[in-house]
């Protein structure tokens, strides 16, 4: 199995076509804007830079990413409304700063004081396989979006 970390941008353009194709099957009403939606997205894909790099030339790079995309939104599915939140601010964090939020970051973030009720939502989302966390777990900087 191909181990590969996904640029962001085009994890999120993977979701997007997945969501469009989705209600490509539930609106036939809306199926131009749809189709159209779904041929830029597929174009946005197969253009990406990450396709040029050595990860990416893999034949089993494709595969991974949509393997991987639908399992988070499995995962994603179980997730508490408090522990959405927690995943919103660490994407929007490490979009913004390169890298993931310390734990008193992440409660100022979704309005808990205690690093310890952060440590716990942390805890329950990386047995459901949303987030990955490394050696450095006390500062929270350990955090990686399971890609």
């Known amino acids: 199995m191909v181990h590969t970390t996904f640029p962001l941008d085009l994890i999120q353009a993977q979701r997007d076509w997945n969501r469009t194709y989705a209600a490509l099957e539930r609106r036939p009403l809306e199926t131009a804007v749809l189709r159209r939606r779904l041929q830029q997205l597929s174009a946005r894909l197969a253009?990406?830079?990450f396709w040029e790099t050595r990860a990416g030339r893999s034949p089993a790079a494709k595969v991974e990413l949509r393997r991987r995309v639908r399992e988070l939104e499995q995962a994603e599915g179980c997730l508490t409304e408090r522990q959405e939140r927690i995943l919103e601010c660490i994407r929007d964090w490490v979009a913004e700063h390169g890298e993931a939020p310390s734990m008193r970051e992440i409660g100022d973030c979704v309005g808990l004081s205690s690093t310890a009720s952060v440590g716990y939502q942390l805890d329950r989302m990386e047995e459901l396989g949303v987030i990955v966390r490394?050696?450095?777990r006390g500062r929270g900087?350990?955090?990686?979006?399971?890609w």
């Open 134 to 136: 490394g050696p450095s």
């Open 141 to 146: 900087r350990g955090i990686a979006l399971r």
């Open 47 to 49: 253009s990406h830079p």
